[in-house]
């Protein structure tokens, strides 16, 4: 199974939220403890207890295919699984452009504001 | 405890771009004491200091590393914070599309890196302490600041000479 696959149908906000989430656990050398203490600290959304089970399916789902806990799995393993979840949060936020103004354009007028 | 006098934020031109333009010049920021590294005493998790992750963007930016955890972070950083701010009703849902647009389609060079100075004495009341591991609370002291005015930091391009 795909861990992505869990994030099928949740409403755009959502696979946003889990996707972030997900990829701040994996990416650094969390402890799932840790990782719910340091969220202490973030800004409390109301989807956050929802994304926030779905970052433990997503955990779970990869300690199932990988046969050993989170803390023993390897960082490029890990990470490869945050690149399925970034595909999966990519696809979901899609492309806009009805009133005719592209990304190139709004990038090229953020590169004109200066610090 | 020791003073502190200064917080270290290491962000990305874009990341920046995209608060000053968009969220009226208000940053989320995520940042921490800096420590110059003992060799006696366990460091600050690379991680989580703001100049190790500045040297990572700049890194992967002169490399061209298309598959950069750090820019990968950032673009999933200005997704979520997008949708927080059209949460909070600072922008539309028009604008939160456009921004996660941006995110996914920046190019590599549109996250060069910027570190943020903060004085402490301006952001004390608004700082939450970030919870870290035992190893690494003994050097670093990480802090969130939801709603950073532009006004109240100084900010730094270490690669262009700027300090």
Known sequence: ?????????????????????????????????????????DVQTATRPHSLKLV?????????EQGKSLSDI??????????QLDAKLWQSVGIEEEDGIGVDALLESLRQISV | MRQIYLLYSAS????????????????YTWCATYRRPDPHMVGM????????????????????????????????????????????????????KRIHDI??????????????????????DSLREVDVDDAARASSLEYVIENLPRDFFDVLDLTEGNV
């Open chain 1, 1 to 41: 199974m795909n861990v992505d696959r869990i994030l099928d149908s949740q409403p755009q906000d959502i696979v946003v939220e889990t996707v972030y989430l997900a990829g701040r656990l994996l990416s650094r050398p969390l402890t799932w403890e840790l990782f719910l203490r340091q969220l202490q600290s």
């Open chain 1, 56 to 64: 433990r399916e997503i955990v779970d789902c990869i300690e199932r």
């Open chain 1, 74 to 83: 390897s960082p490029e393993r890990k990470l490869e699984y945050v690149g």
């Open chain 2, 12 to 27: 990305t031109k874009l990341a920046y771009s995209i608060a000053e333009r968009y969220y009226n010049g208000i940053h």
């Open chain 2, 45 to 96: 998790p690379a991680s989580s200091n703001p100049l190790e992750i500045y040297w990572s963007y700049h890194r992967a930016v002169k490399s061209g590393d298309l598959h950069s955890s750090y820019v990968a972070a950032n673009r999933r950083g200005i997704a979520l914070g997008a949708t927080a701010r059209a949460k909070e009703g600072v922008i539309d849902a028009r604008t939160e």
């Open chain 2, 103 to 124: 995110a996914e389609k920046a190019p590599l060079t549109d996250f060069k890196p910027l570190l943020f100075v903060i004085p402490y004495t301006l952001v004390k």
